[in-house]
């Protein structure tokens, strides 16, 4: 799969281990969909504290339930609310606000637009075609405003997309041992 990895523009290059800025640098710091590429994701979780000032804001994003992408710097499956709620407080932040990004409905819609995706580049079916008629409403139209209803009916978050996390630095990181902060990773 040939994938566009182009992301704008671009402040700093750099590990994500180490960030090449000084120690609380920044007021906020926005992560979005990052951490299930970093080897160490406990490492870049300290780096955040690091160069977060003291009551700064974290806002974090990352999957649950995501297909391989932009591989080979796939190295996670997913963090689950276990995972923010042990080591996030350990790296000194504090209270979290913490939202599925939807739930088991709205995650297999997100199946289903990738399977969509998949028919229409391996089929060639013609607009004049009936199934292209069929498939297309059914994808477009019919199965995301069933699902899109479904999930907020039946709300089932064991099987959400992934989270949305706030939280703030409140302190240092508690860690009891060291961790190699030269470990690079993309």
């Known amino acids: 799969m040939n994938e566009d990895w182009r992301c704008g523009q671009i402040d700093y290059v750099s590990d994500m281990a180490w960030i090449r800025v000084p120690a609380a640098s920044f007021d906020h710091l ?6 299930e590429h970093v080897r ?19 806002f974090l994003s990352a999957p649950l339930g995501a297909g391989l992408h ?14 923010y709620r042990k080591f996030l407080p350990e790296y000194g932040f504090g209270t979290l606000k913490m939202a599925p990004n939807g739930g088991s409905f709205r995650h297999s819609l997100q199946e289903v ?18 199934m292209w008629w069929v498939l297309r409403l059914a994808f477009s139209h019919f199965i995301p405003i069933w699902f899109s209803r479904l999930d907020d009916e039946i709300f089932i978050e064991e099987f959400t997309v ?8 409140v302190g240092g990181s508690t860690e009891k041992q060291s961790l190699n902060l030269c470990t690079s990773v993309l």
């Open 30 to 35: 926005f992560c979005a969909e990052v951490l």
């Open 40 to 58: 160490e994701s406990i490492v870049a979780v300290k780096e955040f504290n690091r160069i977060l000032k003291l009551g700064g804001y974290l």
């Open 70 to 83: 932009q591989q080979p710097y796939h190295y996670h499956g997913g963090f689950t609310p276990h995972f």
């Open 113 to 130: 637009n990738r399977a969509w995706g998949i028919i229409q580049s391996h089929r060639n079916y013609r607009r004049r075609h009936p």
């Open 162 to 169: 992934g989270y949305h996390i706030e939280t703030q630095k």
